[in-house]
């Protein structure tokens, strides 16, 4: 078989030339014949791996490498006359729905041409273009996480804390603190949220704890979850709407911009860009101030009161009595 093999496939070659090609093949399936299967010796003889035995010894270049036999198959073109048997109609037939251009399918909610079930349902309710979206926590599951060592009270719980604590599975838009369970929480806490409801504020405080609303946009709010994302991590906004200022601004709330105070920016346990020891930032360019509402006036008056201390207070209201009250030359004078 071998023999007719190599006379097929090269007829050109003398007869010594076809001897010595078949003791070489002979040769190589001798070799490996008694580890091998049977298989692989016949399929080395077989027809259709005529062409590897012409192979076996030429050397591997680039202009040699081709796909394995059925890995590439011949694309089907159609529409190329009627002789390839997918001429004329391309296949799709006559007219009808699978006929046209597309996928055949008609659109998501399509009923044939009547009014469809989207439309004739009328609408209700809206949607809040400024509501967010906050993740909400419980007073006696926090108590409960405290217990458990999974947060540490001793320091400002923060979002990050939260999360990485997996108290929350996501932030969102912010964190809100209700007062669900206020009976179960015992010990005080610092800790900084985006809202916090009237009885979860009174109910940490009772126990010596503090409540503080602070501001994230979208980007410090993934900043302070995952500081370890950013290269150089982006500084704090402030709110922009009059709604969030006079929010924050809020004593009730127990706003940061009423308390006097800065949001813990980057979290206490946070972990920088490639383990570094700080944050990059940069310091420039400036700030743009805070647009001054009635609300955030107030709270800066109020807070510029508590500051001036009460001699210095009794000492201005001495001096504008005596301002008041004119002296001996000038009533002389008068």
């Keep these: 078989m071998l023999s007719s093999l190599v006379s097929a496939r090269l007829p050109a070659l003398t007869s010594a030339s076809r001897g010595g090609v078949l003791k070489s093949l002979l040769a190589s399936s001798s070799s490996f014949s008694s580890s091998a ?22 050397p591997v270049t680039l202009g040699g490498l081709s796909d394995n036999m059925g890995a590439v198959k011949t694309r089907r073109r159609i529409g190329r006359g009627n002789g390839s048997g997918r001429g004329g109609t391309s296949g799709k037939g006559h007219k ?81 603190l209700l007062g669900d369970g206020a009976a179960y929480l015992r010990t005080p806490v610092k800790i900084e949220v985006t809202q916090a409801s009237t009885s979860a504020i009174k109910a940490v405080e009772a126990v010596g704890g503090t409540v503080t609303a602070v501001y994230f946009n979208p980007l410090g709010l993934r900043a302070l979850v995952k500081p370890s994302k950013f290269r150089v991590l982006p500084r704090r906004a402030e709110p922009t709407s009059t709604r969030e200022i006079d929010y924050y601004a809020s004593p009730a709330n127990r706003g940061y911009l009423a308390l006097g105070t800065t949001p813990t920016f980057p979290a206490p346990t946070a972990t920088f860009w490639r383990q570094m020891g700080k944050p990059i930032q940069y310091a420039s360019p400036a700030m743009a101030p805070i647009k001054p509402t009635l609300a955030l006036i107030a709270a800066r008056e109020k807070l510029a009161a508590k500051a001036v201390p009460k001699a210095a207070v009794d000492e201005a209201l001495v001096v504008a009595e005596a301002e008041a009250v004119p002296s001996d030359t000038e009533q002389q004078q008068q």
């Design 96 to 176: 009808g729905q699978r006929a046209r251009a597309g996928t055949g399918k008609p659109r998501v909610g399509f009923e044939g041409g009547q009014t469809t079930l989207m439309k004739r349902i009328p609408k209700r309710g809206f949607t809040n273009n400024h509501g967010k979206d906050l993740v909400t926590v419980n007073l006696d599951k926090l108590q409960r996480w405290i217990d458990v060592g999974r947060i540490d009270a001793s320091q400002v719980i923060t979002m990050k804390e939260l999360y990485d604590a997996r108290l929350v599975h996501s932030v969102k838009d912010g964190v809100k």
């Design 37 to 58: 299967p049977r298989s692989m010796i016949l399929a080395v003889t077989t027809p259709r791996r005529a062409a590897f035995a012409s192979l076996v010894a030429a």
